[in-house]
T-cell receptor, first 109, second 115 residues
Framework: GQNIDQPTEMTATEGAIVQINCTYQ??????LFWYQQHAGEAPTFLSY??LDGLEEKGRFSSFLSRSKGYSYLLLKELQMKDSASYLC??????????WGAGTKLIIKP | IAGITQAPTSQILAAGRRMTLRCTQD?????MYWYRQDLGLGLRLIHY???????GKGEVPDGYSVSRANTDDFPLTLASAVPSQTSVYFC??????????????FGPGTRLTVL
């Protein structure tokens, strides 16, 4: 079966760095997405990785290891507005997104 | 409008009633999707459409139907609502069904309660 695993909840301090991990098992693989979802709102796109390595975009970076079926999202210089759920999703061989349940990130002052 | 809209924002529905959730995008995207999101679960695909005139079943299609008469609109119909269909429904669109880095853009969601 297809499966995405990510932690249910994480807590971090304002100004710090946090890494949210995601492991995936899919039938075929065509890339890995990260989305941010604030409570009561729609998901919004953060990043896409299809090749191994780190993609940096401002305070946010995303890493992919295809051989390990593993990705992480790295958030630096955390701000209170980063409190949200972070959704990991893998694109399978049919180009359908398989979604994780999301990681709720709580930022404390 | 710019982007993707959904209506209604929220709805309380008696079990057994028929309900259509509306979704419209003005980005001329080929592909559109309907998801439901339940607490503790990931987004689950209900139905999708790769292009106008075609539709396909996702992970949880039972009890739902869709149509794609044109590029912009992708309504989702619950023929006879049941309490297990209580959820938040998101419509999304993307530039192409052939994936790659084509992100999906989401509508604001419809919160549906079936009593």
């Amino acid at each position: 079966g297809q499966n995405i695993d990510q932690p249910t909840e994480m807590t971090a301090t304002e100004g710090a760095i946090v890494q949210i991990n995601c492991t995936y098992q899919t039938s075929g693989f065509n890339g890995l997405f990260w989305y941010q979802q604030h409570a009561g709102e729609a998901p919004t796109f953060l990043s896409y990785n299809v090749l191994d390595g780190l993609e940096e975009k401002g305070r946010f970076s995303s890493f992919l290891s295809r051989s390990k079926g593993y990705s992480y999202l790295l958030l630096k210089e955390l701000q209170m507005k980063d409190s949200a759920s972070y959704l990991c999703a893998a694109l399978d061989s049919n180009y359908q997104l398989i979604w994780g349940a999301g990681t709720k990130l709580i930022i404390k002052p | 409008i710019a982007g993707i809209t959904q209506a209604p924002t929220s709805q309380i529905l008696a079990a057994g009633r028929r309900m259509t959730l509306r979704c419209t995008q003005d980005m001329r995207h080929n592909a559109m999707y309907w998801y439901r999101q339940d607490l503790g679960l990931g987004l689950r695909l209900i139905h999708y459409s790769n292009t106008a005139g075609t539709t396909g079943k996702g992970e949880v299609p039972d009890g739902y139907s869709v149509s794609r008469a044109n590029t912009d609109d992708f309504p989702l119909t619950l023929a006879s609502a049941v309490p297990s269909q209580t959820s938040v429904y998101f419509c999304a669109s993307s530039d192409s069904n052939s994936g790659g880095g084509n992100e999906q853009f989401f509508g604001p969601g419809t919160r549906l309660t079936v009593l």
